[in-house]
């Protein structure tokens, strides 16, 4: 993948979409979903039902015996001490800025490029976010732009571990332990994406988690959890979950109501064991995705994501890049022939009307700025058919006039091979030994 530069704008190549041929539309499916949960929840029907009248028939619908289930069972999953379930993926955040004590006038270092909630905790304490670039490549929080944004009123760290590709801790973790700053780990859409063997969540001070339904262990609402190797934040969370209420009407501290609910820890514990399975066909779903688009002549044009090499990419989403400022105009083809895609995300934070007062300017964070104006989301989820991402590059390979390349004959079998077939040689040659759902269990 060439690395993209902030210096210039982008040659925009010439690339006037037309209408498709009805002869290769009779190659392509009329439509591919962005997500399919349906499809999940197909499977899982029956299982998820009985676990909802269980919980009713109980009476317990807040931090009932599922609740605690689910915390013992993702601790040892993720191999962590201390997993604290909450309401959301944005109260995790907060929760753990209130369990360091961030207050008002403090800085706290996180990228630009991410969901809002990761800076919306940070002000919410009455804190300055102080946004850092991204690498191009792996649109992850650059450490030596962190490092030069350091100052005396810095008080935290937070990188995100986007897309399901966990951030550069051999950079990161050093700077913060020569600074004395703790660090959030943002793994709302990473969870068991892993460093070097080790899950997100367990890398630095406190980890947070997502359980929005779009995640890959999503629930049937909003909830979150947070993990720690720290017992004392661990116990501090647990109170800050509860209006710091210990026990019964004797409060300690000032904390949130907070709580995840019976419901969504009973159709999370069915999910649970199954995730391991899906995050496996992300990866194999990733990994034709490169495949195919090898299949055509689209250098240039779109540069793919590529693999992890030094711990497990879970693939929470699939983004790629259109160069030339044809975004936009991708997207729209695709859309008006049944493709759905997103785009994560439009606006950079610092370019937020809410953050005008900060006085950031447009400049400041280019590679940043560049990721907004060029990134496309496509379909990854579990489910996704052979023939449906077969349909995803070639629309896109339609749209810049892109032809096929030569390809050998073995290149030609295992793209075409059913995904029953081709699972195992794809995982091993594609992912490597580390990222393997074998090698490392979390």
């Not at 209130?98 to 990228?111: N, R």
């Amino acid at each position: 993948m060439t690395r993209p530069t902030a210096s210039s704008t982008p040659a925009r190549s010439q690339v006037t979409p037309t209408a498709p041929d009805r002869g290769a539309d009779a190659n392509f499916l009329p439509a591919v979903p962005l997500l399919a949960l349906d499809r999940q929840y197909a499977v899982l029907r029956d299982e998820i039902r009985g676990a909802l009248d269980r919980v009713c028939d109980s009476g317990k619908f807040v931090l009932g015996p599922d609740v605690h289930e689910l915390e013992a069972e993702l601790a040892r999953s993720l191999r962590v001490p201390h997993v604290i379930s909450c309401a959301s993926g944005s109260d995790a955040l907060l929760l753990a800025l209130m369990a360091l004590d961030i207050k008002t006038g403090d800085e706290v270092i996180l990228p630009s490029y991410t969901f809002f909630a990761t800076a919306s905790a940070v002000t919410r304490l009455g804190a300055v976010p102080i946004f850092a670039d991204i690498d191009p490549i792996t649109y992850l929080i650059d450490p030596a732009d962190v490092k030069k944004k350091i100052s005396k009123r810095t008080k935290a760290i937070v990188p995100v571990h986007l897309f399901g590709r966990t951030a550069d801790m051999d950079a990161l973790l050093p700077i913060a332990q020569a600074a004395g700053l703790p660090v959030v780990e943002d793994a709302a859409q990473s969870i068991l994406s892993t460093w070097h063997g080790h899950c997100t969540g367990a890398l630095g001070d406190v980890g947070c988690f997502s359980f929005y339904p779009t995640k890959n262990l999503g629930g049937v609402g909003d909830g979150g959890f947070l993990t720690t190797t720290r017992d004392d934040i661990a116990a501090r969370l647990k109170l800050l979950r509860v209006h710091g209420m210990e026990p019964r009407y004797y409060h300690q501290i000032v904390g949130i109501n907070s709580r995840l609910d019976s419901l969504q820890a009973a159709v999370l514990r069915v999910k649970l064991p199954h995730l391991d399975a899906w995050t496996t066909a992300r990866q194999v779903n990733a990994a034709r995705y490169q495949d195919l688009f090898a299949e055509y002549d689209l250098a240039g044009h779109v540069a793919v994501p590529g693999d992890e090499t030094r711990g497990r990419h879970v693939w929470n989403q699939f983004v790629i890049r259109a160069s030339g400022g044809h975004r936009d105009a991708l997207r729209k083809h695709l859309a008006a022939r049944g493709v759905g895609t997103e785009i994560y995300y439009p606006v950079p934070l610092h370019m937020q009307q809410c953050f005008e007062y900060l006085g950031w300017q447009k400049g400041d964070l280019p590679q940043t700025e560049l990721a907004a104006e060029e990134t496309l989301a496509l379909p990854i989820f579990p489910e996704l058919t052979v023939d449906e991402q077969r349909t995803v590059v070639g629309r896109i390979a339609e749209f810049f006039h892109a032809p096929q390349v030569e390809r050998t004959t073995d290149d030609i079998r295992r793209t075409h091979q059913p995904a029953a077939v081709v699972e195992e040689p794809h995982f091993v040659r594609r992912m490597n030994a580390v990222g393997r759902a074998d090698d490392v269990r979390c």
